[in-house]
DNA sequence: TAGATTGTTAATCGATTAACAATC
DNA sequence: TAGATTGTTAATCGATTAACAATC
């Protein structure tokens, strides 16, 4: 393989959306791709496609533009959706027991190997084909099943203590789902996926076009 | 209310951390926070966060820096948190119920007052307080009880037509959970929350990071 | 061939940061 | 007062878009 240049995240962002566009249309059946249509789908500019689709490395066809099958398979292997990772979720209340449920994951390639939680009346319980496993077991098992991303689904107080367990305990990818921020080691990758921020992302924007429209 | 300019997207993303952060600072009965103590604690430089709260309607104190009981109020009342929002969520599998059930919303204002499918294995379960309601209902419950947000929580070759279905009941505003990127007119708000893009976007990085070791 | 579409460069646009006068 | 911190301007940095030659 290829040493890859770094990519900017905001490329990153997008890549995911061209490989789930792309993965539709292998799957039906669709042999090419225009950069026109996939920033007429996807709410970009053709122009901002190309510009993405350069950072890959695969090759268009003026003309007819780019082959599905073979995007597909680029991109899957940027976005290491082409190998298997262990993912440990941190937090069995709700949100973390829909995430070890969800299907969406095992089929990508994200395998989600344990959940845990400190609360003794969770410990225990049984999530799917999952047990949650009480939080002083989280070092041993990182190390035991080489865990490559922890998912924190605890509420915000508890959260930098969560990612420093992770931290501690050797996985270097975080999910952050708690609406805190959290403070981690340069080497440390985190990717924030806080719901609650962005409902109120959008409570600003009804609000603010509430406001213009008086 | 003075008619706020617009603030970039960028912006409102940290708002959304500031307000977090002050309100443990609040509950915690500390009264004042620097632009240096926030960029510390939130992964930011002090620069920023001073222009961005340039963007909102609150002065600090030279040497004091900002008074956090004041800070708090004009944030939550920038981002729309000051008020109560009526949101549907549509899917009842695991995420759309952990949702229904996850406290953080009733707190902060958002208050979920409907749940749909259009599975009748589903339609007729209690999550909660509420009842799985048929999707055929929507349109109606939207317009009777004035839902300002649409949740969507299902397979991604669904989130378009559940998008549609939204948009036509009279919803302004979506949070999109799916994978899938869905197109709506230009008055909607869309907020994505797609948390598999997450994981496929800490994959990438944990990839690169082990391509550029060797 | 003629026309459509890529890949790439340069221009534009926006976001972040540095610097510093104002001020508490 | 002296020192710390804001608010703001200007500089830097990065991301998006426009334009067009290359090419299929």
Chains 1, 2 share one sequence.
């Not at 990508?108 to 344990?114: A, E, H, P, T, Y």
């Not at 924190?152 to 990612?163: D, F, M, N, T």
């Amino acid at each position: 393989m290829p040493k890859q240049d770094k990519v900017p995240p905001s490329v990153i962002g997008r890549l995911t959306k061209y490989l789930t566009y792309v993965q539709i249309l292998c799957s039906d059946g669709v042999g090419w791709v225009s950069s026109r249509e996939l920033a007429e789908r996807l709410g970009l500019t053709s122009a901002t496609v190309r510009h993405d689709i350069s950072h890959v490395n695969f090759s268009g066809i003026s003309k007819r533009g780019y082959e599905t099958e073979g995007l597909q398979r680029v991109l899957a292997g940027m976005l290491g959706v082409d190998t298997t990772w262990n993912m440990v979720v941190v937090g069995a209340g709700n949100l973390g027991c829909a995430l070890a449920l969800h299907e969406d994951f095992g089929r990508r390639g994200f395998n989600i190997c344990g959940i845990f939680d400190n609360d003794p009346g969770k410990v225990g319980n049984q999530v799917g084909a999952l047990v949650v496993k009480d939080m002083r077991e989280l070092s041993r098992f990182v190390r035991a099943r080489q865990v490559d991303i922890g998912v924190i689904a605890v509420p915000s107080a508890a959260a930098q203590a969560v990612s420093e367990a992770f931290v501690d305990a050797g996985v270097k990818g975080l999910l952050n789902l708690a609406l805190a921020h959290i403070v981690v080691p340069d080497d440390i990758c985190v990717v924030d996926s806080r719901i609650v921020a962005s409902v109120m992302e959008l409570s600003h924007a009804l609000k603010f076009k509430a406001n213009a429209a008086n």
